[in-house]
Structure formats: structure tokens, C-alpha cells
């Protein structure tokens, strides 16, 4: 009774103004004045060094020309801010940076916090505040959470992420009110929860093929833009480890694969053990996230589906913390992960299957995104192709290739600066100073000194 009569109150205070301008609306209106043209904005960003296609060379003294929230085109040499006419014309100055595209992280989840953060969690007892229940308190305090890892991720240069899970509305939230432009963060696509299996209600557990089927699209009504497929455990249960079985069976990662690809979402599923990669894969997924152990007989398989492989290398900084003080099993366990995730994600990639970076920050530590780049390249991957993964490869592997990963006529003005040549050493980019994202200066680190 209490909520019908809060409902009625703001259906009052919503419907009655309304009904108003529609009684005003009968008298004849003034003739409006003919509204001005707004006038374009455009930005000249005279760049030193521009890496505008990686995996080319990069090119000197070129000036992107971004209109309003595009790149009109790309000048060589220093264009003068005179030569356009028609348009609010700001010059940005980045001739002794190197100009990149907008970094992707194709694998975070914004509302978690890793232990190298201060986690905000707080719990409530069901009875302290009345009115509201424990899963809405937690989802409002998660959403706090991610409102300021979205922020690090974007002054971190990444201005396109999938969020790989996160319980309740929040992250759906989030998504909206950075496209809405209320808040700063990076362009989100959400699967919002995992589907995974469980014989109970909980967020995205599901059982039998008509379960799984339901449970996805709950996701997709829920506003999700992927769906992900919980297809292992963590990689240190023991249903997360080398040769364990995955915990779908065949017909219900079938069942989810089709139910999403119906709707044209795409599907990333976590595996870490070889026969999880195998089942995923046989199902038809759009990317193995994590693939810890990816063997060899699944290479053919990545290539024939045009499936991506998302190794999370960063987590590897946690298990290299741990080991230290691990004891009996599970250290022998911690250092198989060590031993063959870089490797065999390295044998993947020489094989010819697509890499796209990812860095389960939540897990790892939001805001240091591009020291995944950096195992990369430690593993023996040129920086040239580290970048790659996280531009180009990218933005294939969300089907935005036509907007996004390179600064190109036309596409969507994502673009980024570091002050040294990241082919030269690839931990530049964890030193931005420069972010632009949908044409719109969200950092610049180099402003104040300008004249």
C-alpha cells in the first residue's frame, strides 16, 4: 500500500504538468524565432609521432582533424587553425608526443576491486534500513565502486571496455550514464551477470538446455550487450585446473550460444582447462577468456570460427605474490598456471590465432591496464603486435572495427598520447597524459604549460 501510494504521487507529479502543456498547446502558439545553426567544433591535434594504423609504421608531424565527434581527416604536416572556417576551431599541441589510437580492455569488471585497491564493501543486516533489501544495498555500493574504476580506466587511455560480469543493475547503470554523458568512463558493453550453472534463482544460474536458455535471455532483457558463459571454474578449484572436465555440458553451452547468437550478441566464455577450451569452442563462443591452458588441437578450431583468445595475463602479478607463501598443493598448481599460461598463449598466437588484450581488472588492478601489454612482450610478442590486441584486434573482436581501433578518416575520435615511442619500450602506455574519447578531451596532462 505504502509503494502504491508513493507511485501515485509521482504519477502526479509527472502526469499533471503534462496535462497542463497539453491544455496550453490548444492556444495558438507565437511564431518561434528561426534557431541558429550550431556551429561544428573541431580540433586540430598536431601530433609528433602518429601510430594511426598499429601493426604499420608510425608517421611524423601529421594533424588529426576531429569534427565534432569524428576524424575528418589526417594532414601532413602542422595545420594552422586559420584554414578552417565555419567552426569553433581549438588547436591541441601534442608535437612531442606519440599519438595513438584509444586503448580496449576487453576483459574487466568495473564494480570489483582487486587487492591492490581499497575495496568499499559494506554489508548491511536485512533489518537496518527498511525498505530497501541487502542486494540493493550492495548494488548501490558496488555501483560507487565502479563509477571510479570506469573513471581510472579512461585517464588509464582505455576508452572502450567489456564488463565481464557484475551482480545486479549497476553496471547496466553505469553504461548508460556514461553514453548519456553524465559520467566519465570508458565506453561499456556489459554481459551483465555470468550465466553459469547452478540448480538455484542466483544471478545467471541455470540448468538444462531450456534453463540456460531462459537465463540468457534474462541477460539480454536485463540490457546486456555479450553474453558470458561461466564454462570452468576459477583456475584455482579443482574444476578450474589443467584436465578438469568444464562444468556445462555439450547441449547447454550449445543452448546459450545459439540463444545469444539469435539475437545477434556475441558470447565469451571463461576456461582455463583444456577440455572446457574444447567444449566452448565446439560450441561456437566468440572468444576463451583466460585460456590457461590452451592446447595446441584447439588452434585449427580458434582460426575456423574466427574465435579470440583473451589471456588476462595480468592476474599473473597476484599468483606471483602468492606463491611465495603457498604451501602443498596448490602451490605445485599456481606454478603449472606460471609455467603455461604465457607459453601456450604465445604457441596460440604464432599459430595464427587473434589476440585481443584483456586484463580481468577486478581481479588485477583497475587503471593499470597496459601492464598486460607488458607481459606480453615479455612472452616474446613484438610491441607492435602487443598494441594491436588492444586497438585493431579489439575492435574486430566487438564488431567495431569500423569505428574504432585506428585514427582514421571517419572513424570515432578515441585517441591517446604518451611522451615515448611505445614500439620502442612497450611500458610507455602506462604513462598516459593525453585521452580523447568520442572527440571530447577528458585528459591533458600537458594543457597548463601551453602558452
Keep these: 500500500m505504502k509503494r502504491l501510494t508513493l507511485w501515485l504521487a509521482a504519477c502526479a507529479a509527472i502526469c499533471t504538468p ?3 502543456h497539453e491544455e496550453r498547446a490548444e492556444a495558438p502558439a507565437a511564431a518561434a524565432a528561426p534557431a541558429t545553426p550550431a556551429r561544428d567544433k573541431v580540433k586540430l591535434i598536431q601530433a609528433g609521432w602518429l ?10 608531424e601529421r594533424t588529426i582533424v576531429v569534427r565534432n565527434d569524428r576524424i575528418e581527416r589526417i594532414d601532413s604536416g602542422y595545420t594552422a587553425p586559420e584554414t578552417i572556417v565555419d567552426a569553433d576551431v581549438e588547436l591541441i599541441d601534442l608535437r612531442d608526443r606519440f599519438v595513438l589510437p584509444g586503448m580496449m580492455d576487453m576483459h574487466v ?50 576508452t572502450t571496455v567489456r564488463d565481464l560480469g557484475s551482480a545486479g543493475w549497476n553496471i547496466v547503470a553505469l553504461r548508460d ?64 585446473l589443467q584436465y578438469a572436465p568444464p ?59 574466427g574465435a579470440f583468445l583473451v589471456p588476462t595475463m595480468s592476474v599473473h602479478a597476484n599468483i606471483e605474490k602468492d606463491i611465495k607463501t603457498a604451501t602443498g598443493p596448490m602451490r605445485a598448481v599456481m606454478q603449472n598456471f606460471l609455467d603455461k599460461h604465457g607459453p601456450r598463449m604465445m604457441a596460440a ?11 580481468d581488472a577486478g581481479v588485477s588492478v583497475h587503471g593499470e591496464n597496459a601492464r598486460e601489454l607488458e607481459y606480453y612482450v615479455r612472452e616474446g610478442m613484438p610491441a607492435a ?18 569505428d574504432l581501433g585506428t585514427i582514421e578518416k571517419g572513424k570515432i575520435a578515441d585517441i591517446i598520447a604518451v611522451s615515448a615511442d611505445p614500439l620502442a619500450d612497450i611500458t610507455a602506455l602506462q604513462h598516459v597524459d593525453f585521452v580523447m574519447k568520442d572527440g571530447r578531451v577528458f585528459r591533458d596532462d600537458q594543457a597548463a604549460k601551453r602558452p
Excluded at 555440458?249 to 577440455?275: F, M, N, P, Y
Aim: contains cysteine.
Design 177 to 240: 550514464a556514461v553514453a548519456a554523458g553524465k559520467l566519465e568512463g570508458p565506453r561499456i558493453l556489459t554481459a551483465v551477470s555470468i550465466v553459469r550453472p547452478g540448480a538455484g534463482t542466483g544471478p545467471g544460474a541455470c540448468s538444462g538446455v531450456e534453463g540456460c536458455r531462459r537465463v540468457t535471455r534474462q541477460q539480454i532483457d536485463m540490457g546486456a550487450d555479450l553474453i558470458k558463459i561461466y564454462a570452468t571454474c576459477s583456475g584455482s578449484l579443482p574444476c578450474g
Design 18 to 20: 503534462a496535462l497542463a
Design 109 to 158: 569488471h568495473l564494480s570489483s576491486n582487486s587487492r591492490g585497491d581499497a575495496p568499499f564493501k559494506i554489508k548491511y543486516a536485512a533489518d537496518d534500513l527498511p525498505g530497501a533489501s541487502v542486494e540493493e544495498r550492495d548494488d548501490v555500493t558496488h555501483l560507487v565502486d565502479a563509477i571510479g574504476n570506469a573513471r581510472k580506466t579512461l585517464m588509464a587511455g582505455f
Design 51 to 60: 601510430l594511426g594504423v598499429p601493426g604499420q609504421q608510425p608517421q611524423r
Design 385 to 402: 603486435d602487443a598494441i594491436k590486441t588492444a586497438t585493431v584486434n579489439a575492435a574486430s573482436l566487438i564488431g567495431r572495427e569500423q
Design 349 to 359: 598466437w604464432r599459430a595464427g590465432v587473434k589476440i585481443a588484450a584483456g586484463t
Design 247 to 305: 562444468v556445462f555440458l555439450d547441449d547447454e553451452l550449445k543452448a546459450i550460444v545459439e540463444t545469444a547468437h539469435s539475437r545477434q550478441l556475441r558470447v565469451a566464455a571463461h576456461a582455463h582447462g583444456e577440455e572446457g577450451i574444447r567444449a566452448v569452442l565446439r560450441a561456437g563462443v566468440n572468444s576463451v577468456e583466460h585460456g590457461s591452458y590452451t592446447p595446441a588441437d584447439s588452434f585449427e578450431t580458434f582460426k575456423k570460427n
